[in-house]
C-alpha cells in the first residue's frame, strides 16, 4: 500500500516542490541551504564555534553567553535560521506546515543528546491564548512533544502558561526583547507538582536575544524545578 501511495503521490522535498526519493526528506538544493549545527557549539545556546573543542572536555561559551546571565544550564540548536533553516520555521509557524515538526525533531533530538538526562521533563514555551486560537496550533507544542516521544521523557505541553498577549520581538533590540516579556510567562497551577525538583527540557522553534526562553526558565525554576536546558530548531546568529 505504502508503495501504491507513492507511486500515485511521489515525495516533494520538505520546502520545495522537488522529486525526493523518501518521505520527510529534503532535495539536494535545500540541502545545500540547511546549515545544521555540529562540532563545537556554545554549550548555553547551541551556536556553532571556531576552533577546536577543549582537550579536557570543558564546556565553552559563546561571546553572548559569556555576557548575558542566562537562567538555564544548557541549551542546543538543530539548524542556523538562514536558508532552509528559516524557511522551515516560517512554515511551520505561519503556513500550517505542521508536517514539518517531524523531521525538524529528529534533528533536534539529535542535537539535544548530550545535554538529555534521566527524568527530564519536557515542556514547550507557550503561546497566548488568542494567538493561539487564531493559529490553531502551538508549534513550539508540535516540537516538544515529537522530541519527548523520541528521547521517551514525559511531555507536558501545558506546563507553562503565557499570561499576556506580548507585542511581536521582530524589530526589538535585546533590552526591549528581555523587557517585553517581563512577568509574561508563568507555571500552570495545576501542573506545579509535576516539575518540582526535576531535570526540565524546554522547546521552541527558533531563539533570537533568548529572551522567551529565560523568561520560562525563571518562572520554572523559581516554582522549584530542577536544572533547566533548552532546545530550539533554529539559532539566530550574528553572521548568519
Not at 579536557?56 to 542556523?80: E, K
Not at 503556513?95 to 527524568?119: F, S, V
Not at 508549534?139 to 511581536?168: F, I, M, S, Y
Not at 522567551?212 to 553572521?239: E, F, I, N
Request: net charge positive; proline share 7%.
Amino acid at each position: 500500500m505504502q508503495s501504491l501511495l507513492q507511486l500515485i503521490y511521489p515525495p516533494q522535498c520538505l520546502t520545495c516542490d522537488a522529486a525526493v526519493t523518501a518521505d520527510f526528506a529534503l532535495c539536494s538544493a535545500c540541502w545545500r541551504e540547511a546549515v545544521f549545527i555540529a562540532g563545537v557549539t556554545c554549550d548555553k545556546c547551541g551556536v556553532p564555534l571556531p576552533g577546536d573543542a577543549p582537550h579536557d572536555g570543558s564546556a565553552v561559551l559563546c561571546d553572548d553567553c559569556l555576557m548575558i546571565a542566562r537562567p538555564w544550564d544548557r541549551g542546543r540548536a538543530a539548524l542556523l535560521y538562514s536558508g532552509t533553516g528559516r524557511k522551515m520555521v516560517l512554515a511551520l509557524k505561519h503556513a500550517d506546515r505542521i508536517d514539518l515538526a517531524r523531521p525538524a525533531a529528529q534533528w533536534m533530538a539529535k542535537a539535544a543528546a548530550p545535554i538529555l538526562l534521566p527524568g527530564m521533563l519536557v515542556a514547550p514555551i507557550p503561546l497566548h491564548w488568542l494567538r493561539l486560537l487564531k493559529r490553531k496550533y502551538n508549534q513550539a507544542g508540535l516540537l516538544a512533544g515529537q522530541v519527548a516521544k523520541l528521547a521517551a521523557l514525559e511531555h507536558c505541553p501545558d506546563l507553562l502558561l503565557r499570561t499576556r498577549r506580548t507585542p511581536t520581538q521582530e524589530g526589538r533590540d535585546r533590552d526591549g526583547r528581555f523587557a517585553n516579556l517581563a512577568e509574561a510567562i508563568r507555571i500552570n497551577p495545576r501542573r506545579a507538582a509535576a516539575l518540582q525538583g526535576r531535570p526540565l527540557l524546554l522547546v521552541d522553534d527558533v531563539m533570537t536575544s533568548g529572551a522567551t526562553l529565560a523568561a520560562a526558565a525563571d518562572a520554572c525554576l523559581a516554582a522549584g524545578s530542577g536544572p533547566v536546558s533548552v532546545l530550539v530548531m533554529a539559532r539566530v546568529a550574528k553572521d548568519a
